[in-house]
């Protein structure tokens, strides 16, 4: 069974920084792409930024300049870096991933979901 695991949030004033960490685990034997997503209360959840196998990275245009989204294929592990954080950053940050497991077709996966809390 596939599970996605994120580490790394937490609480920081405005102006800091925080790296979140997605690993997959399981008998994958194929990843085709992995994101972040945030859910505010009372908000819709959002796409925040994303990793495709081909060698592409999306990035909402309110993170751009400030997240960044790498993979690493070894540990099967998507970070998200996010410097200059915003009060409006805070959510709970959730990974999704398109996962091939062995013996199994492609699936869609998400994580437990992290708090993200920025002061003001």
């Known amino acids: 069974q596939v599970q996605l695991v994120e580490s790394g949030g937490g609480l920081v004033q405005s102006g800091g920084s925080l790296r979140l960490s997605c690993e997959a685990s399981g008998r994958i034997v ?9 859910q505010a209360p009372g908000k819709q959840r959002e796409r925040v930024a994303r990793w495709h196998s081909g060698g592409t990275t999306t990035l909402a245009d309110s993170v751009k300049d400030r997240f960044t989204i790498n993979m690493d294929n ?15 950053d805070t959510a ?18 998400w994580g437990q ?7 003001s």
């Open 30 to 38: 194929g990843i085709n792409d992995m994101a972040w997503y945030r």
């Open 74 to 88: 070894a540990r099967n592990t998507v970070y998200l870096q996010m410097n200059s954080l915003k009060p409006n």
């Open 92 to 109: 709970v940050y959730y990974c999704n991933a398109n996962i091939r497991e062995q013996n199994h077709a492609w699936q869609n996966y």
């Open 113 to 119: 979901g992290t708090q993200v809390t920025v002061s």
